[in-house]
């Protein structure tokens, strides 16, 4: 089955100068499974720790599949199945992705997006199979799905305006259809 939501740590080469590694590469994701064009790179920076950006999808045809990393401080990477009909239907994934451990998270069309970040400064980048359409922008509150962000107990993040008004799953209406492709727990 291609394109299932993943966790993915692409090898690093040390020498003395530090590593080197591929981030991204057509055949090594194709034998992962893996198997989409991206056509266009993001790059936000949050400032405050435990800011939180999402549940955020593009509505169909204008779906995105993303390719995940923190390439500075860590964040709590989401990954939630809005598949209408889906078995896993508002089941979420996550992990910890950071400049240190390297992991990225592949995150399939059907899928809402979302991540937290753990300390200050954070920069997070990632690759898209769509451009930017923002008459298909979408999204869910962070907090009606029951997603165990790593915050301390009483932390209110940082929202932007969009996020502190997007409707619950519970209002949602998802216009995902379910495609067959299961999902697992990240391993
Ligand atoms: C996403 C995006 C935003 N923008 C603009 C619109 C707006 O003025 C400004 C900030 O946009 P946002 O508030 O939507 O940014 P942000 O909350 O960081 O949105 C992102 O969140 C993560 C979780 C995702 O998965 C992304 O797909 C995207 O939705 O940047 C673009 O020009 N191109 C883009 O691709």
């Not at 435990?50 to 390439?71: A, E, N, Y």
């Not at 209408?84 to 592949?106: C, D, I, K, M």
């Not at 200050?120 to 199979?129: A, G, L, N, Q």
């Not at 998802?174 to 492709?181: H, I, L, M, V």
Request: net charge negative.
């Amino acid at each position: 089955m291609t394109n299932p939501v993943r966790l993915i740590t692409p090898k690093r080469f040390g020498d003395s100068r530090g590593w080197f590694t591929e981030v991204h590469s057509v055949p090594t994701f194709a034998a992962l499974g893996i198997d989409c064009i991206f056509v266009q790179d993001n790059h936000s920076y949050s400032a405050p720790a435990f800011t939180l950006r999402g549940l955020h999808f593009q509505t169909p045809s204008r779906g995105q599949d993303k390719l995940v990393r923190c390439i500075r401080g860590r964040i709590f990477d989401v990954a939630v199945d809005v598949r209408r009909g889906s078995p896993t239907y508002g089941q979420w994934v996550g992990a910890e992705l950071s400049a240190e451990n390297g992991h990225q998270l592949f995150i399939p069309i059907g899928f809402a997006h979302g991540f937290v970040t753990l300390e200050p400064d954070c920069e997070v980048t990632y690759k898209c199979s769509d451009t930017y359409a923002p008459q298909n922008d979408g999204g869910i509150r962070w907090d009606s799905i029951g997603i165990d962000w790593p915050m301390p107990v009483g932390t209110t993040p940082e929202l932007s305006e969009k996020d502190k008004v997007q409707p619950t799953l519970a209002e949602f209406d998802s216009p995902f259809a379910y495609d067959g492709r299961p999902l697992a727990p990240l391993s």
